[in-house]
């Protein structure tokens, strides 16, 4: 698998790529807004967590390492797993693998869904899976809208994500529900073993705090990976099931565990949103309308990707993966680009040529809604359901806003 990775001239070219904004401008625009959306949720989550204090900026701190880890590792330790390529940023990392605003992509949604769940104080058996279930919530508008705007490509035949839901694969969102609530169990759990007696959010040291968050950083992953173990593995590839099926196994397991905790005796939150927690909601809401707007107002078939993609190659050579099972599945090595069923992307706006065997960077086009209509009413069905969730996490949970000052009684 050599050849997925850029290779620069010198060490530094590998490290920091960078590529010209007015270009990209011009070829998508959809993708330099949402880069901005995340720069800007990344700014406003970290300014918050500092507001906050206690362990908040440690929780920030490690879900951006956490998804350095999570994204990465696939790529240079397991590359036989690699099956996704994010489309060409300003500021590239990484091979010009790692987009910049990838890495506070993953504060934006776990921080907020952890922040959110927090109100709820539910039970520590409960609380994982409330984080997991809210992550994909956060994250669904972002899949379906910015696959189809080719914001990335996956892999054409891999086995593991080869059931797709408006081009996405329903792994996807397995992957957020289970990577999150394994990172925060750890995070929490590390810490309440360690310091048993201080508050959940309050730090316990400086010694403390970076041994729990180390330990989390570097469990949360593999812990993600497990949750797979269980029901994907033997459900999907030794019974061939969709993976429609077994998220959904999960989220019901999910769902049932908060659904417990939502029942049972709990206090409720007595701090009041400050004007920081404004401030984070505002930056919530947007992220979920900019993508309504993506699918009212722009077109995918003007969006032209062009950077490194799945490496083209003789379409009868395979490659194997082995399951934990000890399963082998097969997939196509290389990209076929004469015979590839990948109905969000084609050749259009480079007049049907299809790149070269070997290739591994090159141009692919979006493609039409095949109705709008339909993106706009789950968009919207999306958005209707994140508005009633969090509205109910932040002001359904305790005080919403400080009391109007008293005047003082003038006394005779």
């Not at 395979?318 to 399951?323: I, N, R």
Request: hydrophobic share 50%.
């Amino acid at each position: 698998m050599a050849g997925q990775v850029f290779r620069g001239a010198t060490w530094w070219e590998w490290l920091v790529h960078t590529n010209d904004i007015n270009e990209l401008w011009k070829a998508q625009p959809t993708y330099l807004i949402s880069q901005g959306v995340y720069m800007l949720a990344g700014l406003i989550t970290f300014i918050h967590a500092f507001r906050k204090g206690g362990r908040w900026p440690w929780w920030w701190l490690a879900t951006v390492l956490h998804g350095l880890y999570a994204d990465n590792f696939w790529h240079f330790v397991v590359p036989e797993f690699d099956n996704f390529w994010h489309s060409q940023t300003p500021l590239m990392l990484l091979g010009a693998r790692q987009p910049l605003h990838i890495i506070l992509l993953y504060p934006a949604f776990l921080y907020h869904a952890a922040y959110a769940v927090s109100r709820l104080n539910l039970p520590s058996y409960a609380e994982p899976f409330a984080v997991g279930l809210a992550t994909v919530l956060v994250d669904i508008p972002y899949d379906i809208v910015a696959v189809k705007f080719v914001h990335w490509t996956w892999h054409d035949t891999d086995p593991n994500i080869f059931d797709r839901h408006y081009f996405v694969p329903w792994n996807s969102y397995y992957f957020h529900a289970a990577f999150a609530a394994s990172l925060f169990y750890f995070f929490t759990a590390i810490r309440a073993w360690l310091a048993p007696k201080v508050d959940k959010w309050d730090s316990a040291g400086f010694k403390t705090e970076v041994k729990a968050f180390l330990a989390a950083v570097a469990l949360g992953m593999p812990g993600g990976v497990l949750m797979f173990v269980p029901l994907y593995h033997p459900l999907h590839d030794q019974h061939g099931l969709h993976s429609e099926v077994t998220f959904f196994a999960l989220f019901a397991l999910f769902a049932a565990a908060v659904v417990v905790g939502l029942v049972a005796d709990r206090e409720k939150v007595k701090t009041r949103l400050s004007s920081i927690d404004y401030v984070l909601i505002a930056q919530l809401a947007l992220h979920y309308v900019i993508y309504l707007w993506f699918v009212v107002s722009w077109s995918p078939e003007r969006e032209v990707s062009t950077g490194l993609h799945e490496p083209v190659g003789p379409c009868d050579q395979t490659a194997s993966l082995v399951t934990p099972f000890g399963q082998t599945l097969y997939k196509r090595k290389y990209f076929c680009a004469e015979n590839y069923d990948e109905a969000y992307f084609d050749f259009h706006c480079v007049g049907n040529r299809r790149p070269a065997h070997g290739a591994t960077w090159y141009t692919i086009c979006g493609t039409p809604f095949h109705n709008r209509v339909e993106y706009i009413t789950v968009l919207s069905s999306i958005l209707v359901l994140a508005t009633w969730v969090f509205y109910a996490l932040y002001f359904k949970t305790g005080p919403a806003a400080a009391p109007a000052p008293q005047k003082k009684q003038k006394t005779k």
